[in-house]
Structures are given as structure tokens and as C-alpha cells.
């Protein structure tokens, strides 16, 4: 590793940006230097707030700074494309905050300009590196719970319970056609995948629009009317390769849900599962022995991933530390100057991921347009 800093600037500032910089400053090896957001006026209070030394009104500029060495991009979805495309022209590495771009189109000239010119390329599935997610997988890996058969859970929230609730991510031009199906539903997808090491290859889904209006925030601080042409309910099926069928819903429609995701696998041995908002406890579920909760201890799970728990058991880590943990693989990588080409999505997610989550949510799409039929996953 080198002794340099790696020096990362971040494009877009608004909840997840600052998450962004709490992860890479943790590492020690790496800071924050520059941010860029839709207005000077905006970055330079930013920057004074984080103690950031360079504040950038335009996004160009923080690219062409000679002295970024990563680009880390944590805008709405809709951005994604032409800001990776910019940062990959201009030679530097890029992270990009998930879901990777609008289309599956995007999101594959994003990979292919990436690899063309040989920079790291990554995404931030950052729920995969949760410490007992991580054990989950090491220990399915292994054939502790037989082959998987069922792969089911949910990613429940509140925030549009009611119809004066409004954010860009129910805009289809900002965040899609398929909104939370696509946003908070590829972290599920994601992990489906990722713990069970099983592609997904059809699915089939059925969406519901229950607040058809809703009421947007004006500039003069009144509302006007908003109509809702995405999904504020989603109910998936899928296949995976292996035969094993998936059932996820995914809303923010659900009082008392903060931020559930939940993720069981049901084995031909055994079943596990991991909830979300009780990050440091994983179910193992047995038919001819007792059931057990294992709790977070670093001594108790598997030696492949230990190093990911930093504190002793008894000391809650969560999704923060989750983030740390995706930031520290992406960014140790590129310290070590090690060949784009030789990373691992194990590690940590690259396009490629991206890539496939996207084809993912394209069957997903052309199912529910086809009024719940099954439709294969074509990348």
C-alpha cells in the first residue's frame, strides 16, 4: 500500500454524501478533500461544516482536479451516467452510490467505458459487508445449511405513508420508472446473490400505486399537486439457477418500518436470517436440534471474515461500520495499485454488479408490464 493519502472527492452532498465521508475518514489511509454540489454557495457551507479544504460549485471542476484521485459520486440516480462517464474520461477511479444508472443501457456503457480505460470502478452495496451478512455467506459457502431452495425477506419503510410525503427517489426522471422496486430493492437483489453465490435468471412481479397524488414542496412554500406514476408497493418472485425460488416485497408504505430489511434462506439442512435493523444477531434456524441466535462476537465466526468485526462482542456495529468496511476493500484496492481488472465482486461490487442488479430490475419491469408473467433476466 502506498503511504500517499488517497485523496477522494465527493460529487453530491445531500443524506448519503456525508455518510460517504464518515466511511473513507475512519480508514485513516485515505480523506475527503473536495466536495461538489448543485451550487458554490451550498458546497462552500458544506466544506465549512465538514472541514473540507476545497469547495467546487460544478462538478467538472472537482474531476479536473489534478489533485483527486477518486471520484465518489453520491448524487440521484439520474446523474450517475454522465458523471462516471466524465470521471472515467478523465482517467481516475470512481465509486458510484447505488442503484448504478436509470437503465441497464446506462449502466453498461458506464462498465465498458470503465474497463476501456483500466480504472476501479465500484459500487455501494454497503449492506453486504454488515459482519453477519458476511458470515451468513462464508458459512453458506461452505454447505453449512445444504443447498438453498428459498430465498425470501423484505425491504419495508414509512417515509410515504402519507400523501404529503415527497422525495426525488418517487420521480421517475431522477430515480426511474420502478422507484423503490429499483433503489431500495437492488440491495436485496444484491444480497440474494451475494450470500447464496446463485444468479437469479426469471422473475415475475406486481406493483400497486396506492397514493396516486401526492403533495410536492413549491418554492414558495406551499405544495402542488404531484401524480404518481411508480410503484409505492412492490411484490417480486424470482428463480435462481440452481432451481430455488425468491418472494421480496418492497414499500415505504409500512408504519412502525424505519428501515427493515430482511433476508431468509432456507436450506436443504438449515435456514439463516439476518434483519436489518437487528444488524449484530443472526437466526440459524434447525429441525433436529434447538434454534440459536448468534450474536455478534469476533471469536465466534468464520475465520475468512473476523477481521470485519473491529470491536469486541457486546459492541453494536451496524451501518455505519458496514460502510467502512465496503470503503476500506474499494479503497485499500486502489491504494495497492493492483490491476482493475483483477478485482473480485466478493471483495466488493463493481459495475458488474451493477450491471446484473440492473438487468435484474429490466425482468422485473417487463414482467409487471406483461401484467405478472415470468421474464427471464437477460444479462
Same mark, same amino acid.
Given at each position: 500500500?502506498?503511504?500517499?493519502?488517497?485523496?477522494?472527492?465527493?460529487?453530491?452532498?445531500?443524506?448519503?454524501?456525508?455518510?460517504?465521508?464518515?466511511?473513507?475518514?475512519?480508514?485513516?489511509?485515505?480523506?475527503?478533500?473536495?466536495?461538489?454540489?448543485?451550487?458554490?454557495?451550498?458546497?462552500?457551507?458544506?466544506?465549512?461544516?465538514?472541514?473540507?479544504?476545497?469547495?467546487?460549485?460544478?462538478?467538472?471542476?472537482? +474531476?479536473?482536479?489534478?489533485?483527486?484521485?477518486?471520484?465518489? &459520486?453520491?448524487?440521484?440516480?439520474?446523474?450517475?451516467?454522465?458523471?462516471?462517464?466524465?470521471?472515467?474520461?478523465?482517467?481516475?477511479?470512481?465509486?458510484?452510490?447505488?442503484?448504478?444508472?436509470?437503465?441497464?443501457?446506462?449502466?453498461?456503457?458506464?462498465?465498458?467505458?470503465?474497463?476501456?480505460?483500466?480504472?476501479?470502478?465500484?459500487?455501494?452495496?454497503? &449492506?453486504?459487508?454488515?459482519?453477519?451478512?458476511?458470515?451468513?455467506?462464508?458459512?453458506?459457502?461452505?454447505?453449512?445449511?445444504?443447498?438453498?431452495?428459498?430465498?425470501?425477506?423484505?425491504?419495508?419503510?414509512?417515509?410515504?405513508?402519507?400523501?404529503?410525503?415527497?422525495?426525488?427517489?418517487?420521480?421517475?426522471?431522477?430515480?426511474?420508472?420502478?422507484?423503490?422496486?429499483?433503489?431500495?430493492?437492488?440491495?436485496?437483489?444484491?444480497?440474494?446473490?451475494?450470500?447464496?453465490?446463485?444468479?437469479?435468471? =426469471?422473475?415475475?412481479?406486481?406493483?400497486?400505486?396506492? +397514493?396516486?397524488?401526492?403533495?410536492?414542496?413549491?418554492?414558495?412554500?406551499?405544495?402542488?399537486?404531484?401524480?404518481?406514476?411508480? $410503484?409505492?408497493?412492490?411484490?417480486?418472485?424470482?428463480?435462481?439457477?440452481?432451481?430455488?425460488?425468491?418472494?421480496?416485497?418492497?414499500?415505504?408504505?409500512?408504519?412502525?418500518?424505519?428501515?427493515?430489511?430482511? +433476508?431468509?434462506?432456507?436450506?436443504?439442512?438449515?435456514?439463516?436470517?439476518?434483519?436489518?435493523? =437487528?444488524?449484530?444477531?443472526?437466526?440459524?434456524?434447525?429441525?433436529?436440534?434447538?434454534?440459536?441466535?448468534?450474536?455478534?462476537?469476533?471469536?465466534?465466526?468464520?475465520?475468512?471474515? =473476523?477481521?470485519?468485526?473491529?470491536?469486541?462482542?457486546?459492541?453494536?456495529?451496524?451501518? $455505519?461500520?458496514?460502510?467502512?468496511?465496503?470503503?476500506?476493500?474499494?479503497?485499500?484496492?486502489?491504494?495497492?495499485?493492483?490491476?482493475?481488472?483483477?478485482?473480485?465482486?466478493?471483495?466488493?461490487?463493481?459495475?458488474?454488479?451493477?450491471?446484473?442488479?440492473?438487468?435484474?430490475?429490466?425482468?422485473?419491469?417487463?414482467?409487471?408490464?406483461?401484467?405478472?408473467?415470468?421474464?427471464?433476466?437477460?444479462?
Amino acid at each position: 500500500m502506498t503511504n500517499k493519502k488517497i485523496r477522494v472527492g465527493i460529487i453530491g452532498f445531500g443524506f448519503i454524501g456525508p455518510h460517504h465521508l464518515d466511511a473513507i475518514r475512519r480508514l485513516g489511509f485515505a480523506d475527503v478533500t473536495a466536495i461538489a454540489t448543485t451550487s458554490l454557495k451550498e458546497a462552500k457551507s458544506k466544506a465549512e461544516q465538514y472541514h473540507i479544504g476545497k469547495a467546487f460549485g460544478d462538478w467538472r471542476q472537482l +474531476i479536473d482536479d489534478p489533485e483527486i484521485d477518486v471520484v465518489d &459520486i453520491a448524487t440521484p440516480t439520474h446523474l450517475h451516467h454522465d458523471l462516471a462517464l466524465a470521471t472515467i474520461q478523465a482517467g481516475k477511479h470512481v465509486i458510484v452510490d447505488k442503484p448504478m444508472a436509470i437503465t441497464s443501457r446506462q449502466a453498461g456503457r458506464m462498465l465498458k467505458a470503465a474497463q476501456g480505460a483500466g480504472v476501479v470502478h465500484a459500487l455501494t452495496f454497503n &449492506i453486504r459487508y454488515n459482519v453477519m451478512l458476511q458470515h451468513a455467506r462464508a458459512i453458506i459457502d461452505k454447505g453449512n445449511i445444504g443447498d438453498p431452495r428459498f430465498i425470501h425477506g423484505h425491504y419495508l419503510q414509512e417515509w410515504l405513508l402519507k400523501d404529503t410525503d415527497y422525495n426525488w427517489r418517487i420521480d421517475p426522471e431522477k430515480a426511474g420508472p420502478l422507484a423503490m422496486v429499483a433503489d431500495a430493492g437492488a440491495h436485496w437483489y444484491d444480497l440474494a446473490e451475494h450470500l447464496t453465490g446463485l444468479r437469479i435468471v =426469471r422473475m415475475l412481479a406486481d406493483f400497486s400505486t396506492f +397514493i396516486p397524488t401526492r403533495r410536492k414542496p413549491a418554492k414558495n412554500g406551499k405544495t402542488t399537486g404531484f401524480d404518481v406514476s411508480v $410503484p409505492d408497493l412492490g411484490m417480486v418472485m424470482c428463480e435462481f439457477e440452481n432451481g430455488a425460488r425468491g418472494l421480496f416485497n418492497v414499500s415505504a408504505l409500512c408504519a412502525g418500518h424505519k428501515n427493515d430489511l430482511s +433476508i431468509e434462506i432456507n436450506g436443504s439442512r438449515s435456514s439463516l436470517r439476518w434483519q436489518q435493523e =437487528r444488524p449484530n444477531e443472526l437466526w440459524i434456524g434447525h429441525r433436529d436440534e434447538p434454534n440459536q441466535i448468534l450474536l455478534k462476537d469476533p471469536p465466534l465466526l468464520d475465520s475468512s471474515i =473476523r477481521h470485519l468485526a473491529t470491536l469486541p462482542g457486546g459492541h453494536n456495529e451496524a451501518w $455505519p461500520d458496514a460502510f467502512r468496511n465496503l470503503m476500506k476493500r474499494i479503497l485499500s484496492f486502489i491504494a495497492s495499485g493492483a490491476d482493475p481488472a483483477s478485482t473480485n465482486e466478493i471483495d466488493f461490487p463493481t459495475f458488474a454488479t451493477g450491471c446484473r442488479v440492473s438487468h435484474i430490475v429490466d425482468a422485473i419491469a417487463a414482467s409487471a408490464k406483461a401484467g405478472g408473467r415470468w421474464k427471464p433476466v437477460k444479462g
